[in-house]
């Protein structure tokens, strides 16, 4: 609500230089570092510049207009070119709290987006490939960019864009018919088909014709021989199976299941397009799209015929502009693509369509073991769901030491491990890579998961069994630093989920929960909550309510699921 009052003062300051002196002044309403100088800080240097007067006449003038903006702007303090504003702390703490208890989880929402409809595309493994940790990333930070997108006022569509098309898919043919085991696969599939694969790439080394066999194998497929065709989608429908055991662990759920497959039959279009703007040019055999000096060529078609990944996101960059009508296409994929999406978008443009601002490559850092790219094929770690289940593992034992009687300590283990991992790698910025140190984000201290969980848990346990007036309130406590900082944090919660959408960064989300909960850490090792003085209990009772809708709607918005005990 700050934030209210910070643009109202803002939008009247410039409406008043418009209209008096037909000038745009372009203010700037801050809140100062130091609290001592006030809660609201607005330097007039653009003003003096602009309007060639003596600097009190400017400011006087000024403070006029400010102090008639809203009634919660208590007193004016002018400093040099700085026009110091202090609130009625206690007024507009009232009217924060009131708010979030009204609006309860649906506090935050906002309708900037309008209900235009943003595509996600997301997680999107390739699949008869082991499932990766950087799909695992992808993963999580689309979620939780939908889930944000959403509560922006957003349309969103998630789009998991399988790559289950490809020669990955020629050679778990030819190792299933070499070596092969129906029997085993039927029992286990996921690790019947992950030793085919790594059994395929150990041989190729030693038998170099087969890897010509799984090109031959693909091919038939992409032509449609029935016998492979159907092995295809069988493999298809049992990789996926491991694919689905993530998501189910991580609760993310997906709009559609379209991948590179769906589009094997709707590239035709596309490159006569690209022959009849002139822009396809052959190059030995292939056919290229030349994009400038600075952007190497892209590779529309191979020498035989067969299409590339950029070939299939063009069809599905159109077709989903027809389907969605979307006003953004995100990708979240690896920094390893920016030049396929780099490529993407200016043959997009080449083509004459404006969809340049539209695209945006949600790029993402690596995750490293003892500093080096952790990868699924590594000897230690093998798959991703093993790592969710042990994190959920260790999550068990801590809180059977904590909490042995707790009753479905798996169901709240699951949610502890899971959200540990989602969090770690939602805190820092996603372009960043970080460690995977699991012992470390499963702590129930320091800026991990588990420690907002716990902070929500403990208030949890404050809150139950009391009752609480809030129209019966103490509201000059707010005036006290402790409380005030705490309020003005809740009052910022939906201008940070916006920064978080505009920057399409959950990490934006994830830092605020962290100094939410810190600043309410601090106030409760200052406050008694449940104060002898009535008017007291029921301030604090509010607020400590307000900072739980607030953490558990925050870990939402990062795909965390909130624990009442742990
Ligand atoms: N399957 C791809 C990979 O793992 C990611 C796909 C990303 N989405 C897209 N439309 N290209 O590398």
């Not at 903006?69 to 303090?77: A, F, M, N, R, T």
């Not at 699924?376 to 790592?387: A, E, M, N």
């Not at 140190?437 to 139950?464: H, W």
């Not at 129209?471 to 944090?489: A, I, M, Q, T």
């Amino acid at each position: 609500m700050i934030e209210q009052v910070k643009l109202l003062i803002k939008n009247q300051l410039n409406d008043y230089y418009n209209s008096k002196y037909g000038i745009e002044v372009n203010i700037i309403v801050e809140e100062p570092k130091n609290p001592s100088l006030g809660d609201i800080s607005i330097p007039m240097f653009n003003a003096l510049k602009l309007l060639k007067k003596p600097l009190p006449e400017i400011t006087s003038e000024a403070s006029d207009v400010v102090l008639k903006c809203s009634d919660l702007v208590k007193e004016i303090k002018v400093t040099g070119a700085y026009i110091n504003l202090i609130v009625d702390k206690a007024r507009l703490s009232h009217q924060i709290i009131k708010n979030i208890l009204d609006e309860k989880e649906n506090y935050g929402q906002t309708n900037i987006g309008n209900n235009k409809n943003i595509v996600l595309d997301y997680s999107s493994p390739n699949i008869a490939k082991s499932f990766s940790v950087g799909h695992l990333r992808s993963t999580m930070i689309g979620n939780s960019l939908k889930l944000i997108l959403q509560k922006c006022g957003y349309n969103t569509v998630s789009i998991n864009y399988l790559g289950d098309w490809g020669t990955q898919f020629g050679k778990m043919i030819v190792a299933y018919e070499m070596w092969g085991d129906d029997a085993l696969i039927r029992k286990d599939s996921i690790n019947e088909l992950s030793r085919l694969y790594v059994k395929f790439h150990n041989e190729a080394k030693l038998d170099e014709t087969l890897e010509d066999k799984a090109r031959e194998a693909f091919r038939k497929i992409e032509l449609g021989d029935p016998k492979y065709l159907e092995m295809w989608k069988w493999i298809r429908e049992e990789s996926l199976k491991e694919s689905k055991q993530i998501y189910d662990l991580l609760n993310v759920e997906f709009d559609s299941y379209n991948g590179e497959a769906y589009y094997n039959d709707k590239m035709d279009p596309i490159v006569k397009e690209l022959e009849e703007k002139g822009l396809l040019i052959e190059d030995q055999g292939a056919q290229i799209v030349n994009l400038g000096d600075d952007i190497p060529p892209a590779l529309i078609k191979r020498k035989d015929g067969g299409s590339l990944y950029i070939t299939r996101d063009l069809a599905a960059v159109f077709d989903r502009k027809k389907t969605y009508n979307f006003v953004k296409a995100i990708y979240v994929v690896g920094n390893e693509q920016k030049l396929h999406f780099t490529q993407l978008k200016s043959v997009l443009t080449k083509m004459g369509y404006n969809y340049g601002e539209e695209i945006e490559h949600v790029n993402f850092g690596l995750v490293l073991r003892n500093g080096k790219k952790m990868s699924t094929r590594d000897g230690g770690v093998v798959k991703l769901y093993d790592v969710l289940e042990k994190a959920i593992g260790v999550a068990y034992k801590q809180i059977e030491e904590k909490n042995p009687n707790l009753e479905n300590k798996m169901e709240i283990a699951t949610k502890v491990g899971t959200g540990a991992i989602v969090f770690n790698d939602l805190k820092n910025h996603r372009t960043l890579d970080y460690e995977f140190d699991l012992e470390q984000m499963l702590k129930f201290e320091g800026q991990t998961g588990p420690y907002l969980q716990y902070t929500g848990v403990r208030i949890e346990s404050i809150l139950k069994n009391l009752e609480f007036n809030f129209d019966n309130s103490n509201d000059e406590v707010f005036e006290l630093g402790h409380y005030f900082e705490l309020v003005k944090l809740l009052g910022s919660f939906s201008s940070t989920i916006n920064r978080a959408a505009f920057e399409l960064a959950p990490s934006v989300v994830a830092k605020y929960l962290l100094s939410l909960a810190q600043s309410f850490n601090k106030f409760y090792s200052i406050e008694k909550i449940n104060s002898d003085d009535e008017k007291i209990r029921n301030t604090n009772l509010a607020l400590s309510k307000c900072v739980r809708y607030v953490i558990n709607e925050g870990l939402r918005l990062l795909g965390i699921a909130f624990v009442n005990q742990m």
